[in-house]
């Protein structure tokens, strides 16, 4: 990181979205200045990224050394150094797999039905908070949305099947009164509205939390003017609150796309046999079906990188299009 | 699931005849019967002289409790374990002197149930009694197949470690023992295992299922003449208040018709739980857990019998039959026993595990009326049963190889005490703690106090190495007399699968083949009606392509055409 160039004094910008940008606070060092004096200068800063860097790199980059097992007919009793090199063989076993190209499949219409359906799910609600002025009611209603972001994926899963299941609530009710059981949790067609659902109940209520950020950084007087000319509710919210957000909307948005193939885990392993392979298999539970419990290591770091290919692919990707639209992303390159 | 005597799940039972490294010859059968037992199969060509040779000689104990219900000989030198309906008040020692020499010890073992407080007082009036300091630390069952190999690639492997034999090819056990593992060949062979009377007790075939490359590792836990993977269990208590005879089920139709009798979902009773595993006893399904099977002296894949073929049809007729209870067929396995309990399932498949006093207690908790029956063996035409043998001991222990002769020999040592016989001194203390603290004596034998259910009945020092299995349920004989007589019944249509009690290494590169994980998978959800048997085809078809053709033939030359099958 020392060897990054010094960067550019910032000043505070009013970006024409009317968010302030705010740039370093610290004094601008001149170019040229020594490696030790900027670390003299931001030492405090740099002690409080220090944790995060460490993780990062116990969990992030070091475990990259593992990839290494993709080339090999891993065998974890002789360990890196003694497996057999593979070359190339376990991608072709993969790519010759029916069953990788179903999960991928799978992966991508999840993912795709989850930012259609899911990610202006959290926008809505937060914009609805918003015009709650009691702020009482507002936190009743945030806390209780909130809630479900801390059960594990076992416990909504359950509480699914308990509700929905063929066993469950809805269908004892249906079936008492003499109406044809509705198969909600075992369906595979319908299974990834089920799962979008299940992330919406889940999920939603802790999405909001950044959106309202972004809209509590709304400078209140654009509001004031705008109610002075006359602009009536839906409109402050089409000129103002929306724009307001975008930035943040497009940041989340290049990282959802980018995080497209990770559309998480436990909620497709536990769901595997409801509703069989052919639906709920995504690439992480193909990778860790086929590496881990099949003792096949090569196959699924094989399967594990190849999505990290991609995923890098989509985020360089995303980020474009949001210079397209003018926005910062999740980062710029020097201007 | 199955927490109980043996604490396996039905997944691990599905896997339990999946074998590892390290081919050794079978052959010898499992002696059973405390006197001279059958000696007729011995000599067969198949078996090798190298096993034969390192084999312990099997001494049963002259001391100790007579059981009440015998042991009995059933078909392919099975037998039922012996069953006892009291316990001895005179509890008689059985290791003279304290075992160890004060050293100390790390072990890991699988748990499926709550783990106990590390260092409480049963596991230190445990280790002052072995002289040693034994630290026992119980991981997750449910995923222990996963511990294992992060210990084995961090080089973290305890002293002293447990391997459920179901995983011995997921985790490559034959590899590890020649690699990790102490060789107790020279402390235990022949008669050299006298030293340690309580271990020369256990019967032959339990060291047969540790030994590997025709040299002893294992330390073997609840050997048994008579293992079975699964039993048919009904709710007895039911099925009598509706007057329904659980003989009359003695067929595929027999079954469906009942299933249409019990069902009920408006009031959410449903006749069944998933019964993959009973479908395969019915129609004769021969174990898949390797992969290939043998016919006529040929290997050939498991998933080409017609029998497989016909069961699958079956399964996914009855999953689909609307009289499986809905969470089962999504696999919700956690919450079986509560819907067998609770009556929302009349009819289950289990584990032998799941039958025992424990059992009865949590049955008759959610139900006062609950009793657990089980249904006898039956073919799917009605014809005569028949019912694979499982390996003669499901749980086997290691030792590490960096330890020294001395330590080895104290290990040794303190395994001859855990490997005390029922109602001893030793097995009172291992399996109750100490009296007055972790149990008391009530009129049918020791009873847990609260302290002694939280730390002692748990399976711990038990999964290291035990005695002999036994049929007992103090104060539910009830429960010990119908299992008794279920096994005496099953142990008449058993036989030996191919592969039996072989301890087979089929080379790394076969790693996934020999698992078939992927063909298994789509033969799993065949069971819960998600996949059809043109799906198991064409993935068998996959299986074959992918290496599955190599490892038939190399079962074919290096098992099946040199060391023979292990039926014999």
Same mark, same amino acid.
């Given at each position: 990181?020392?060897?990054?160039?010094?960067?550019?004094?910032?000043?505070?910008?009013?970006?024409?979205?009317?968010?302030?940008?705010?740039?370093?606070?610290?004094?601008?060092?001149p170019?040229g200045?020594?490696?030790?004096?900027?670390?003299?200068? @931001?030492?405090?800063?740099?002690?409080?990224?220090?944790?995060?860097i460490?993780?990062?790199?116990?969990?992030?980059?070091?475990?990259?050394?593992?990839?290494?097992?993709?080339?090999?007919?891993?065998?974890?009793?002789?360990?890196?150094l003694? =497996?057999?090199?593979?070359? #190339?063989?376990?991608?072709?076993?993969?790519?010759?797999?029916p069953?990788?190209?179903?999960?991928?499949?799978?992966?991508?219409?999840l993912?795709m039905?989850?930012?259609?359906?899911?990610?202006?799910?959290?926008?809505?609600?937060?914009?609805?908070?918003?015009?709650?002025?009691?702020?009482t009611v507002?936190?009743?209603?945030?806390?209780?949305?909130?809630?479900?972001?801390?059960?594990?994926?076992?416990?909504?899963? =359950?509480?699914?099947?308990?509700? #929905?299941?063929?066993?469950?609530?809805?269908n004892?009710?249906?079936?008492?009164?003499?109406?044809?059981?509705?198969?909600?949790? =075992?369906?595979?067609?319908?299974?990834?509205?089920?799962?979008?659902?299940?992330a919406?109940?889940?999920?939603?209520?802790?999405?909001?939390?950044?959106?309202l950020a $972004?809209?509590?950084?709304?400078?209140?007087?654009?509001?004031? =003017?705008?109610?002075?000319?006359? $602009?009536?509710?839906?409109?402050?919210?089409?000129?103002?609150t929306?724009?307001?957000?975008?930035?943040?909307?497009?940041?989340?948005?290049? #990282?959802?796309?980018?995080?497209?193939?990770?559309?998480?885990?436990?909620?497709?392993?536990?769901?595997?046999? $409801?509703?069989?392979?052919?639906?709920?298999?995504?690439? @992480?539970?193909?990778?860790?079906?086929?590496?881990?419990?099949?003792?096949?290591?090569?196959?699924?770091?094989?399967?594990?990188?190849?999505?990290?290919?991609?995923?890098?692919?989509?985020?360089?990707?995303?980020?474009? #299009?949001?210079?397209l639209?003018?926005?910062?992303?999740?980062?710029?390159?020097?201007? | 699931?199955?927490?109980?005597?043996?604490?396996?799940?039905?997944?691990?039972?599905?896997?339990a005849?999946?074998?590892?490294?390290?081919?050794?010859?079978?052959?010898?059968?499992?002696?059973?019967?405390?006197?001279?037992?059958?000696?007729?199969?011995?000599?067969?060509?198949?078996?090798?002289?190298?096993?034969?040779?390192?084999?312990?000689?099997?001494?049963?104990?002259?001391?100790?409790?007579?059981?009440? *219900?015998?042991?009995?000989?059933g078909?392919?030198?099975?037998?039922?374990?012996?069953?006892?309906?009291?316990?001895p008040?005179?509890? !008689? %020692?059985?290791?003279?002197?304290?075992?160890?020499?004060?050293?100390?010890?790390?072990?890991?073992?699988?748990?499926?149930?709550?783990?106990?407080?590390?260092?409480?007082?049963?596991?230190?009036?445990?280790?002052?009694?072995?002289?040693?300091?034994?630290?026992?630390?119980?991981?997750?069952?449910?995923?222990?197949?996963?511990?294992?190999?992060?210990?084995?690639?961090?080089?973290k492997?305890?002293? &002293?470690?447990?391997?459920?034999?179901? /995983?011995?090819?997921?985790?490559?056990?034959?590899?590890?023992?020649?690699?990790?593992?102490?060789?107790?060949?020279?402390?235990?062979?022949?008669?050299?295992?006298?030293?340690?009377?309580?271990?020369?007790?256990?019967?032959?075939?339990? &060291?047969?299922?540790?030994? /590997?490359?025709?040299?002893?590792?294992?330390?073997p836990?609840?050997?048994?003449?008579?293992?079975?993977?699964?039993?048919?269990?009904?709710?007895?208590?039911?099925?009598?208040?509706?007057?329904? +005879?659980?003989?009359?089920?003695?067929?595929?139709?027999?079954?469906?018709?009942?299933?249409?009798?019990?069902?009920?979902?408006?009031?959410?009773? /449903?006749?069944?739980?998933?019964?993959?595993l009973?479908?395969?006893?019915?129609?004769?399904?021969?174990?898949?857990?390797l992969?290939?099977?043998?016919?006529?002296?040929?290997?050939?894949?498991?998933?080409?019998?017609?029998?497989?073929?016909?069961?699958?049809?079956?399964?996914?007729? *009855?999953?689909?039959?609307?009289?499986?209870?809905?969470?089962?067929?999504?696999?919700?396995?956690s919450?079986?026993?509560?819907?067998?309990?609770a009556?929302? !399932?009349i009819?289950?498949? +289990?584990?032998?595990?799941? &039958?025992?006093?424990?059992?009865?207690?949590?049955?008759?908790?959610?139900d006062?009326?609950?009793?657990?029956?089980?249904?006898?063996?039956?073919?799917?035409?009605?014809?005569?049963?028949?019912?694979a043998?499982?390996?003669?001991a499901?749980?086997?222990?290691?030792?590490?190889?960096?330890l020294?002769?001395?330590?080895? %020999?104290?290990?040794?040592?303190?395994?001859?005490?855990?490997?005390?016989?029922?109602?001893?001194?030793?097995?009172?203390?291992?399996?109750?703690?100490?009296?007055?603290?972790?149990?008391?004596?009530?009129?049918?034998?020791?009873t847990?106090?609260?302290?002694?259910? %939280?730390?002692?009945?748990?399976?711990?020092?038990?999964?290291?190495?035990?005695?002999?299995?036994?049929?007992?349920?103090?104060?539910?004989?009830d429960?010990?007399?119908?299992?008794?007589?279920?096994?005496?019944?099953?142990?008449?249509?058993?036989?030996?699968?191919?592969?039996?009690?072989?301890?087979?290494?089929?080379?790394?590169?076969?790693?996934?083949?020999?698992?078939?994980?992927?063909?298994?998978?789509?033969?799993?959800?065949?069971?819960?009606?998600?996949?059809?048997?043109?799906?198991?085809?064409?993935?068998?078809?996959?299986?074959?392509?992918?290496?599955?053709?190599?490892?038939?033939d /190399?079962?074919?030359?290096?098992? !099946?055409?040199?060391?023979?099958?292990?039926?014999?």
């Amino acid at each position: 990181m020392t060897s990054a160039p010094a960067p550019q004094p910032a000043p505070a910008t009013v970006r024409p979205s009317g968010r302030a940008v705010v740039g370093p606070a610290t004094e601008p060092v001149p170019s040229g200045a020594t490696w030790r004096v900027k670390l003299r200068r @931001d030492r405090s800063l740099l002690l409080m990224v220090a944790p995060a860097i460490l993780l990062v790199i116990a969990f992030n980059y070091l475990p990259m050394f593992g990839t290494v097992t993709a080339f090999q007919y891993y065998d974890f009793i002789a360990g890196f150094l003694a =497996s057999p090199w593979a070359g #190339l063989d376990n991608f072709r076993a993969l790519f010759a797999d029916p069953n990788f190209w179903q999960a991928f499949e799978n992966t991508l219409v999840l993912s795709m039905v989850q930012i259609l359906l899911y990610f202006p799910v959290p926008i809505a609600l937060a914009l609805m908070l918003n015009s709650v002025l009691s702020s009482t009611v507002r936190g009743t209603i945030q806390a209780i949305t909130y809630l479900p972001h801390f059960f594990s994926w076992v416990i909504v899963v =359950s509480l699914f099947q308990e509700m #929905l299941g063929g066993a469950g609530l809805l269908n004892h009710a249906l079936r008492l009164h003499g109406w044809a059981a509705w198969d909600v949790m =075992s369906n595979p067609d319908t299974f990834k509205y089920l799962v979008t659902a299940q992330a919406v109940w889940k999920e939603a209520g802790w999405g909001i939390i950044v959106f309202l950020a $972004a809209i509590a950084a709304i400078d209140p007087s654009l509001y004031e =003017s705008a109610a002075v000319d006359g $602009a009536n509710r839906w409109r402050r919210m089409w000129h103002i609150t929306l724009p307001g957000m975008r930035g943040v909307i497009v940041l989340l948005l290049v #990282l959802r796309l980018g995080n497209a193939l990770s559309i998480g885990f436990e909620q497709f392993l536990i769901q595997r046999y $409801a509703v069989g392979t052919q639906a709920a298999e995504v690439l @992480d539970t193909y990778a860790y079906w086929n590496g881990i419990v099949a003792n096949n290591y090569g196959l699924g770091a094989a399967a594990g990188l190849f999505k990290g290919v991609v995923s890098l692919v989509l985020i360089f990707s995303a980020n474009k #299009l949001a210079h397209l639209f003018g926005e910062d992303g999740l980062y710029r390159g020097q201007r | 699931m199955g927490t109980d005597s043996v604490g396996l799940d039905r997944r691990s039972f599905l896997r339990a005849t999946v074998l590892g490294v390290g081919a050794v010859a079978a052959g010898s059968p499992l002696l059973t019967a405390c006197g001279g037992s059958s000696s007729a199969a011995a000599g067969k060509a198949n078996s090798t002289a190298g096993l034969k040779a390192v084999l312990p000689k099997y001494t049963p104990l002259a001391i100790g409790p007579r059981p009440e *219900l015998p042991i009995t000989a059933g078909a392919a030198g099975s037998s039922v374990d012996p069953g006892f309906l009291s316990y001895p008040t005179d509890l !008689v %020692k059985t290791v003279a002197k304290t075992p160890g020499s004060g050293g100390s010890y790390t072990a890991i073992t699988p748990l499926w149930g709550g783990i106990p407080p590390a260092g409480n007082p049963y596991y230190q009036a445990v280790n002052t009694a072995l002289g040693a300091e034994l630290t026992m630390k119980p991981a997750n069952g449910n995923d222990y197949a996963q511990t294992v190999p992060t210990l084995v690639a961090g080089n973290k492997l305890p002293d &002293w470690l447990q391997v459920p034999t179901w /995983w011995n090819g997921n985790l490559n056990v034959g590899e590890l023992a020649a690699s990790r593992f102490a060789d107790l060949t020279a402390h235990l062979s022949g008669d050299n295992i006298s030293a340690y009377p309580n271990l020369a007790a256990i019967p032959t075939g339990g &060291w047969q299922a540790g030994a /590997w490359n025709n040299k002893l590792y294992g330390f073997p836990s609840f050997t048994s003449g008579g293992q079975f993977g699964t039993i048919l269990y009904h709710r007895q208590d039911v099925l009598s208040a509706k007057g329904i +005879d659980p003989a009359s089920i003695k067929d595929a139709d027999s079954l469906l018709a009942l299933g249409k009798e019990l069902t009920s979902a408006s009031s959410n009773v /449903w006749a069944f739980d998933v019964l993959w595993l009973v479908v395969q006893q019915m129609f004769n399904v021969p174990p898949t857990g390797l992969a290939v099977t043998v016919r006529d002296g040929k290997v050939i894949s498991a998933y080409d019998t017609p029998e497989l073929e016909a069961a699958l049809e079956f399964a996914y007729k *009855l999953a689909r039959s609307g009289y499986v209870h809905p969470d089962g067929l999504a696999k919700n396995n956690s919450q079986a026993k509560q819907r067998f309990y609770a009556g929302h !399932v009349i009819l289950t498949s +289990d584990g032998p595990g799941a &039958w025992n006093a424990s059992d009865a207690i949590e049955g008759r908790t959610a139900d006062p009326k609950f009793v657990r029956g089980a249904v006898k063996v039956f073919g799917h035409d009605g014809s005569a049963p028949t019912v694979a043998l499982q390996n003669s001991a499901a749980l086997m222990s290691y030792l590490n190889k960096n330890l020294s002769d001395a330590q080895i %020999k104290e290990c040794l040592a303190l395994a001859d005490y855990l490997a005390a016989p029922f109602g001893s001194a030793e097995y009172t203390l291992i399996n109750y703690g100490v009296e007055g603290v972790h149990w008391t004596r009530g009129a049918t034998g020791p009873t847990y106090t609260t302290q002694g259910t %939280k730390e002692a009945n748990q399976q711990t020092y038990q999964f290291l190495v035990s005695s002999q299995a036994v049929l007992t349920n103090p104060g539910y004989d009830d429960v010990t007399k119908a299992k008794y007589a279920w096994t005496a019944d099953a142990v008449q249509h058993a036989y030996k699968p191919p592969f039996w009690n072989l301890n087979v290494n089929p080379p790394a590169r076969f790693a996934s083949i020999s698992t078939a994980t992927q063909v298994n998978d789509i033969v799993e959800q065949v069971s819960f009606g998600k996949k059809t048997v043109a799906d198991v085809k064409a993935a068998a078809a996959n299986w074959k392509t992918a290496g599955g053709s190599q490892l038939i033939d /190399w079962f074919q030359k290096n098992v !099946v055409d040199v060391y023979g099958t292990g039926q014999q």
